[in-house]
């Protein structure tokens, strides 16, 4: 972390301070059979009570397979009390993202770009 982190409660992420920011999401997942894997990024609006989906994408395998998913999106946090981004998984059968306590596998990445104007 290079100056204040990101705080977390309850699936929301906090941002620390005000600007533009670049958000990632990289998910490692794996299907058994035909199956999907559909990775997310949502922020609630200023306002604090609409939630909006800024980055969606799912992708299919045919047969059981590791693979890694990954989206970005763009954001100007103007209000660090309402402005909150979280994170969904989904699958059509029993796809798994993956997760490990040694080494990244499903992660998130938060960088500030440059001060609102």
Known sequence: TLGTAMSYSSGLFTF???GYWEVQFFGQYYTTGSD???IGIQCYESDGTTLRTLAQAV???SSSYYN???IASYINITNTS???VRFFANSIASAQLKGAT???KTYVVFKRLAASV
């Open 82 to 84: 309402t402005q909150k």
């Open 36 to 38: 999907n894997m559909g």
């Open 102 to 104: 040694d080494r990244d």
């Open 16 to 18: 620390p301070t005000t």
């Open 59 to 61: 992708v299919g395998e």
């Open 68 to 70: 890694t998913i990954t």
